[in-house]
């Protein structure tokens, strides 16, 4: 009874949500539901606290502990999204994430789709970085990182997750940042299997900030994330046969355009040149030849090798490759 009632429901959502990518190639209006009904708490005690609207949450980092929520649902594709202002001032080591992942049920080989935000000393800006797994892919990591172009402590601003079984797509505030697209080298890499939706604050002293140079500091705690206008629009998956055919809607994604819109595409690549400052795709040093699914773009090569040639290939590269032919 239950399964068939999420089924016909789950239709509907995964179709609504489509219908509002084609139609408007970003996604207003879709349902805010309140907290208990989409999630419920992971840890961090009375450091969670429920707004009285019953939407918006606080997740705070202090000494005794960070905090964190997880949907009460697995899901298989669809349309995450969250509105957060991230705490100011010195947050050296704190990290804020948004994210899905299905961890907890594969230990071995688990899925992932990240939004980490990374804190900074005082006078500098948070980092954002987005990441992917796929089926235990830990070994390669697929890290890209960007400045933004407003400072995410003063307002509210959203970002949001389109995960579907052609490729992922991060916004924020509607603008596409990263496409993930699945190529048929990648294999498991791509994220197939159901997941949970998770936001957490931690301390990360041991590599957030320069790989730990910068640790928390306690003094400036607490350091409080606020969270709303959370989404959650997908295909719910029952957890006891997660890897069965219970997410047939999936197949209304057949209908979604493979790509994002012109304009948008236009967005996002003006959006990587000016803020992009890490991509695996690009990084020399960690490895010789850029994974498979990675697309070179000239432009954005050169953006990173001018930002910062170490790791992105400057002249000694270049120079050794000129002594052999
Ligand atoms: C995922 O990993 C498991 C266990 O390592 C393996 O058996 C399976 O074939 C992999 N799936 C894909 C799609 O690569």
């Known amino acids: 009874m239950v399964f068939s009632y999420k089924l ?8 609504s949500v489509f219908v509002v990518v084609l139609a408007y190639g970003s996604h207003g209006n879709l349902p805010i539901i309140s907290f208990d009904e989409g999630y419920t708490q992971l840890f961090g005690n009375d450091n969670l606290i429920i707004h009285r609207d019953g939407k918006s949450v606080h997740l705070s980092l202090d000494e005794r502990t960070g905090s964190g929520f997880v949907s009460q649902d697995l899901y298989l594709h669809g349309f995450f999204s969250t509105s957060l202002r991230l705490p100011a001032d010195y947050t050296a080591g704190v990290v804020v994430a948004f994210y899905m992942s299905n961890g907890d049920i594969f230990e071995k080989n688990h899925d992932e789709i990240d939004f980490e935000f990374l804190g900074n000393i005082r006078g500098k800006d948070w980092r954002i970085q987005t990441n992917v797994y796929g089926n235990g892919s830990t070994g390669i990591g697929r890290e890209e990182r960007y400045n933004l172009w ?10 949001s997750i389109l995960w579907t079984d052609s490729h992922i797509i991060f916004y924020v505030d509607n603008i596409p940042i990263r496409e993930f697209k699945r190529t048929v080298s ?33 003094k400036y705690a607490p350091y409080v994330a606020e969270f709303s206008d959370l ?59 850029p994974p498979p699914e990675c697309v ?14 170490v790791t992105f290939g400057g002249g000694r590269r270049h120079h050794a490759k000129r002594h052999h032919p």
């Open 8 to 15: 016909g429901c789950c239709y509907l959502l995964v179709f």
């Open 150 to 159: 407003f400072d995410p402590c003063d307002d509210f601003h959203q970002y």
């Open 186 to 218: 990648m294999g498991g890499v791509f994220p197939s299997k159901p997941m949970s939706l998770y936001a957490t604050i931690w301390d990360a002293s041991d590599w957030a900030t320069n790989g730990g140079k910068y640790r928390v500091n306690y």
């Open 231 to 289: 989404v959650l629009h997908g295909c719910t998956v029952d957890p006891i046969e997660q890897s069965s055919s219970r997410c047939d809607a999936t197949q209304s994604l057949e209908s979604i355009p493979r790509d994002v819109t012109r304009t948008q595409r236009m967005k996002m690549e003006s959006f990587r040149l000016k803020h992009m400052t890490y991509s695996y795709c690009y990084d020399q040093v960690r490895y010789k030849a």
């Open 296 to 309: 070179i773009n000239p432009k954005e090569s050169n953006h990173l090798k001018n930002f910062d040639p």
